[in-house]
Every structure is written in C-alpha cells, then in structure tokens.
C-alpha cells in the first residue's frame, strides 16, 4: 500500500501527540539527557533549535553524544492586523543531528485582504469587503553539527559549525480569496501570489556558528553566533518564493547575542536580515527581536520577546509580542 506523505500530512498526524506531550508530561517524569541547562537552546519559529527568528549551530534537546532527545513547542506573535500562530517538534541524536517539523499559520486581518483587493483590481466605491484570512507553511528542517562544540572546546575561539536545510511549502499560495457575497474576483490566487510572489515552495540552505563562553561576564555565560542563509523566501517563505522580476538565491545574514543571566534565565538580541524582491506593499525589510528565556527546569523553556518585523502589507511599522514554549520530552 502507498502513502502520500507530505510535510503538511505528517505535521497533522503528530500534531495532536506534539501538542499532547506539552501539556501531559510533568517534569518530574522527563529524562531529558545529559547536556547543561539552556545549550540545546529554545525553539525558532521556523522549528529548528536556536533563537527566535534565527536557527543556532546547537542541536536540540539535551541529548549527548549517546542519547537522543525530542523537543515539542508552540508558539505565537501578534503584530498588530497579523497573528502568527506554530506548533512542532524537533528530534536531536546523538547532538550531532537534528530534524524538525513546523506548521505555521498566518492570520491577516479583513481590513488587510480588502485593501489589497481594493489596489489590485481597482475596485470603485464603495469598496471591496473581504473576509479575514489564513496564510499556512508547513516547514521540514535538518541539521548537522558538522564541526566542534560550543562549550566544551580545546581553543576559546573556535566555535560549534552546523549545516542545515530547510524545506517551506506554503499551502496557500493559489487558494482563491472570496468576498463576504461568495464572489472570487481574482480565481485562484492567493495572497502571495497576488503579491507577486512566484513559487509555492523553496529551500532554505544555511550555516550557522556558535560559541559559548562560561563565566564571561562576571560569572555569567555569553553565547554569539552567526547564521549565512541561502534563500529566495519572501517574509521567510509566508509570501511565497522569488518574485516575476527576481527569482534568484539571496545570502542573507543573522546574528545572535544572549546572556545567561543565574542559573535559569537568558537575555539576549537578534538580528536577521531579508532580501526585498517583491517591493510596493510587501516591501520587505529585515527583523530584530529583544529575548528573555526563563528555564524553570530542563523540561520547560518559556521565552517572551519583542518582535519589529518592519514593513506588512499595509502596515509599514510591524512590532509586536512573541511568547514561545518548549517542552524537552
């Protein structure tokens, strides 16, 4: 018998047991594995363990170089007339590899997808009412620790090197957007597309470098790190892939900066910087976020930031809330 596995049917297949698993299992009956608190890092919201906005050398979980370790998370950002709301689940071996699966889901408010109907088709007055709509991803992550290890080093420089890929297929690229009367004014065409944005699907390619240095700060740790992103996704893929005009891969840069503050907490920036090739509403600019992790045990990460996103269509200052939960299982 033959299966149709894609990345959207097995994100729903595990969908209930991931989100299951984070409310079910109590600390006291994890076994986690055996690496120090807060180095498996938190749960990007494209699923891959790191930062926030940007994937981390550090392989999730707490698994050593014996064990093998899962991590299930959800997430949330609201940024004004946008919500995006993630849920995923990561598996790390033997801290050397690490696979994930993500569903994203993007709500953009009515007053959003009218006027973009609005500019597009040059509706007369009155104008165009559409309802609110959903923007989905699914995302299937690799990594591979390809180099060193981020604490325990033999030279104080040299950092934790991870290659990674990321495949994003955004499930609503050519789904027909109707009005409040049931009326399809563009068929077939979704969002992105109507955007100008050209493929449904891409893949992300990236290396990333991290160091931690214990003790750095007097008594606290400091971990750094660096990602170079291959891409062509536009606002991280949720506006699809390339444009009619630029179809091209991109390099793009991020950058981490944390500081574990104690013994259960971290405070930390990000920067990660996007390619505009769609331009007009969906202009494109890059994303910053201020962090705070709180690490009641190894079981638990709850981390809070303040996301700037920069330019949405039709709302050109997009800061907002991000929360994020990450149970090691």
Do not use: C
Request: no cysteine; net charge negative; glycine share 10%.
């Amino acid at each position: 018998m033959l299966y149709n596995l894609t990345p959207s049917s097995i994100l729903k297949s595990f969908a209930k047991v991931t989100l299951g698993l984070l409310i079910v299992v109590a600390p006291s009956q994890a076994d986690t594995g055996s690496k120090l608190l807060g180095t498996g890092g938190i749960t990007s919201f494209e699923g891959s363990a790191g930062g926030g906005i940007s994937p981390w050398a550090l392989i999730a979980g707490y698994a050593s170089k014996e064990e093998i370790a899962a991590t299930a998370n959800i997430q949330n950002l609201s940024a004004g007339e946008y919500k995006l709301n993630s849920y995923g689940f990561a598996v790390g071996a033997y801290d050397t590899f690490e696979f994930s699966l993500q569903k994203q889901s993007l709500d953009v408010s009515s007053g959003v997808v009218s006027n973009v109907f609005n500019l597009l088709t040059g509706a007369p007055t009155p104008a165009l009412v559409a309802p609110s709509t959903q923007i989905e991803q699914s995302i299937v992550g690799l990594k591979y620790n390809l180099y060193g290890d981020a604490i325990f080093s033999e030279s104080p420089y040299l950092p934790q090197i991870a290659i990674g890929i990321q495949y994003k297929k955004n499930h609503d690229f050519n789904q027909s957007l109707a009005l409040h009367d049931g009326s399809v004014p563009i068929p077939k065409t979704g969002v992105p597309a109507l955007l100008g944005a050209k493929d449904s699907s891409g893949t992300d390619f990236y290396v990333s470098a991290t160091k931690v240095w214990l003790g750095a700060l007097k008594g606290n740790n400091l971990l750094l790190n660096a990602t170079a992103r291959y891409t062509k996704a536009n606002t991280f893929g949720l506006l699809g892939f390339g444009s009619q005009t630029d179809d091209s891969y991109d390099l793009e840069w991020a950058a981490s900066i944390a500081m574990f503050s104690g013994t259960n907490t971290i405070i930390g920036a990000e920067y990660r910087q996007q390619t505009n090739r769609l331009g007009g509403l969906a202009k494109t600019d890059n994303v910053t976020d201020f962090f705070i992790t709180y690490l009641p045990s190894k079981e638990w990460s709850i981390t809070a930031a303040i996301v700037d996103l920069g330019n949405l269509p039709f709302q050109p200052d997009s800061s907002g809330f991000y929360l994020s939960i990450t149970a090691n299982l």
